[in-house]
């Protein structure tokens, strides 16, 4: 392994050429050749471990690369500055991707790959893409599509969407790669959606959606296969997240038979859990009800007794998910209170028919 395997490896993915440079990246060899550099340059020991480029060894006590035989991509904020670094193993090994640790200036709950080159493209379309690795976000770029950025070995969260929401207005479509670990993804995403990332939380709408590329590919080997006009395709048809995900958890389970029904609906209300008081929750509680053939009174049911799943965020031991809070009071615009006021007068001539069949129909009330 070397700077040969890593140039190799690099035009082996399309990302030979005037690549490398302009999106600087580099390789690290390891073998203190960095901590050297640093050195005589002038940065003390603390300087570099607070910068997260070295480590202390635990045999001796000496300074060591943090990162080796790896090819190295700059993270950047969304100005362009390099806060926290990238390494792609080359070869071999484990982990396959290791990121900077946390520092006063880097977190990953809020950093997005490529969000500096991609906010452009997100502004003039309202759509942003999300993608899994460092690779994915570069080829689709190099291709034409440059509103892609990616996490960093986190879900999707609020953090993430709030910085997206400032360039991208209309529109978030997580894109999962086709293999397993792409699936495990797919199924950790939607299990992160909660009150905060809805329309009733005082958020501008944007819409979360989702598709899996097929036949296990990842984007950067979709795009190099099938091109540009493919993906774009594939993102144009994805699904609403929940939608996504209850559909892929009933898939799961032989709907025809009784018990494994019953688990499709318990599994399919845990997605729901976190966000059960909301509309949406409803709504979707419908769609699984007909999906299922059950009473969408007994779906409704058993939505309001479902408790939220104990999530995972891939970076730390299982949480229990946050109570779901009480109802706020929401100042509503005037369209949706007269919407909501044309629903309270239809069930309750719904129910005034059914109890009272016989009685006349009762003169129309404004109600605030």
Same mark, same amino acid.
């Given at each position: 392994?070397?700077?040969?395997?890593?140039?190799?490896?690099?035009?082996?993915?399309?990302?030979?050429g005037?690549?490398p440079n302009?999106?600087n990246l580099?390789?690290a060899?390891?073998?203190?050749?960095?901590?050297?550099?640093l050195?005589?340059?002038?940065?003390s020991?603390?300087?570099?471990?607070?910068?997260?480029?070295?480590?202390?060894?635990?045999?001796?006590?000496?300074?060591?690369d943090?990162?080796?035989?790896?090819?190295?991509?700059?993270?950047?904020?969304?100005?362009?500055?390099?806060?926290?670094?990238?390494?792609s193993v080359v070869g071999?090994g484990?982990?396959?991707?290791?990121?900077s640790?946390?520092?006063?200036?880097?977190?990953?709950s809020?950093?997005?790959?490529?969000?500096?080159?991609?906010?452009?493209?997100?502004?003039?379309?309202?759509?942003?893409?999300?993608v899994?690795g460092y690779?994915?976000?570069?080829?689709?770029?190099?291709?034409?599509v440059?509103?892609?950025?990616?996490t960093?070995?986190?879900?999707?969260?609020?953090?993430?969407?709030?910085?997206?929401?400032?360039?991208?207005?209309?529109?978030?479509?997580?894109?999962?790669?086709?293999? +397993?670990a792409?699936q495990?993804? &797919? *199924? $950790?995403?939607?299990r992160? #959606?909660d009150?905060?990332?809805?329309?009733? !939380?005082?958020?501008?709408?944007?819409?979360?959606c989702?598709?899996?590329?097929?036949?296990?590919?990842?984007?950067?080997?979709?795009?190099?296969?099938?091109?540009?006009?493919?993906?774009?395709e594939?993102i144009?048809?994805?699904?609403?997240?929940?939608?996504?995900?209850?559909?892929?958890?009933l898939?799961?389970?032989?709907?025809?038979?009784?018990?494994?029904?019953?688990?499709?609906?318990?599994?399919?209300?845990?997605?729901?859990?976190?966000?059960?008081?909301?509309?949406l929750?409803? +709504?979707?509680?419908?769609?699984i &009800? *007909? $999906?299922?053939?059950y009473? #969408?009174?007994?779906?409704v049911?058993k939505? !309001?007794?479902?408790?939220a799943?104990?999530?995972?965020d891939?970076?730390?031991?299982?949480?229990?998910?946050?109570p779901?809070p009480?109802?706020?009071?929401?100042?509503?615009?005037?369209?949706?209170?007269?919407?909501?006021?044309?629903?309270?007068?239809?069930?309750?001539?719904?129910?005034r028919?059914l109890l009272?069949?016989?009685h006349?129909?009762?003169?129309?009330?404004?109600h605030?």
């Amino acid at each position: 392994v070397g700077p040969d395997a890593a140039r190799a490896y690099l035009s082996s993915r399309d990302l030979g050429g005037t690549v490398p440079n302009d999106w600087n990246l580099g390789y690290a060899p390891g073998n203190q050749m960095l901590v050297r550099h640093l050195r005589a340059k002038g940065f003390s020991p603390q300087e570099m471990i607070d910068a997260n480029v070295a480590l202390r060894s635990n045999r001796d006590g000496s300074l060591r690369d943090r990162f080796f035989d790896r090819i190295m991509f700059p993270i950047r904020d969304v100005e362009g500055d390099t806060i926290a670094f990238g390494g792609s193993v080359v070869g071999k090994g484990e982990p396959k991707y290791l990121n900077s640790q946390e520092t006063p200036i880097f977190h990953k709950s809020q950093v997005l790959f490529g969000l500096d080159k991609a906010k452009t493209a997100m502004t003039n379309t309202g759509v942003a893409i999300i993608v899994e690795g460092y690779t994915d976000v570069i080829v689709m770029h190099e291709a034409g599509v440059k509103n892609v950025v990616a996490t960093l070995g986190t879900a999707l969260t609020i953090q993430h969407i709030r910085t997206i929401s400032r360039h991208a207005k209309h529109r978030i479509v997580y894109l999962f790669d086709g293999d +397993e670990a792409g699936q495990r993804a &797919a *199924d $950790r995403a939607a299990r992160f #959606v909660d009150e905060s990332m809805l329309p009733e !939380a005082g958020r501008s709408k944007i819409e979360l959606c989702a598709v899996t590329l097929p036949d296990n590919l990842d984007p950067a080997d979709f795009v190099q296969q099938r091109g540009a006009d493919a993906i774009n395709e594939l993102i144009a048809d994805a699904q609403p997240l929940l939608r996504y995900a209850i559909d892929r958890t009933l898939s799961k389970y032989d709907l025809a038979d009784f018990g494994q029904k019953s688990r499709a609906l318990t599994d399919a209300l845990q997605l729901l859990a976190p966000v059960k008081r909301s509309v949406l929750a409803q +709504e979707y509680a419908g769609y699984i &009800a *007909d $999906r299922l053939h059950y009473d #969408v009174g007994l779906v409704v049911g058993k939505l !309001a007794e479902t408790q939220a799943p104990r999530v995972y965020d891939g970076a730390s031991e299982p949480q229990a998910a946050a109570p779901v809070p009480a109802a706020r009071a929401v100042a509503l615009p005037p369209r949706e209170r007269e919407r909501l006021r044309i629903e309270r007068e239809f069930l309750a001539l719904c129910v005034r028919f059914l109890l009272f069949p016989h009685h006349p129909t009762p003169q129309r009330r404004n109600h605030p």
